[in-house]
């Protein structure tokens, strides 16, 4: 079982920055990956970013250059670094991480419970 809990969630002023955590507990050493997506209102999931545990990246088109992911595999920690925010991005943040796919069991998603961001004009 893996546990997230997001946190750094509020409210900002377009073009200021937030920076979200994503706290993993339970069995933390199976997860492969982590990553971020996010949710506004009346639209689908999106996703954001992702990790690997070797520190590998990856982001969607829109949030390249602005936003950054990173992980600190010691304190089992994840971070979205979001900068130049604008409206478009209020939305909830959740987090995820996928396990280690192993020959008893495939490879499984967890969520967070999400955090609330909202950008003002």
């Known amino acids: 079982q893996v546990q997230l809990v997001e946190s750094g969630g509020g409210l900002v002023q377009a073009g200021g920055s937030l920076r979200l955590s994503c706290a993993a507990s339970?069995?933390?050493?199976?997860?492969?990956?982590m990553g971020w997506y996010r949710q506004a209102p009346g639209k689908q999931r999106e996703w954001v970013a992702a990790?690997?545990?070797?520190?590998?990246?990856n982001y969607a088109d829109s949030m390249k250059g602005r936003f950054t992911i990173s992980r600190d595999n010691i304190k089992n920690t994840m971070y979205l670094q979001m900068n130049s925010l604008t409206p478009e991005d209020t939305a909830v943040y959740y987090c995820?991480?996928?396990?280690?796919?192993?020959?008893?069991?495939?490879?499984?998603?967890?969520w967070g419970q999400g955090t609330q961001v909202t950008v003002s004009s």
């Open positions: 339970g069995s933390t050493f199976s997860i492969s990956a």
């Open positions: 990790i690997a545990s070797g520190g590998n990246t």
């Open positions: 995820n991480a996928l396990t280690i796919a192993t020959k008893l069991r495939a490879p499984e998603h967890y």
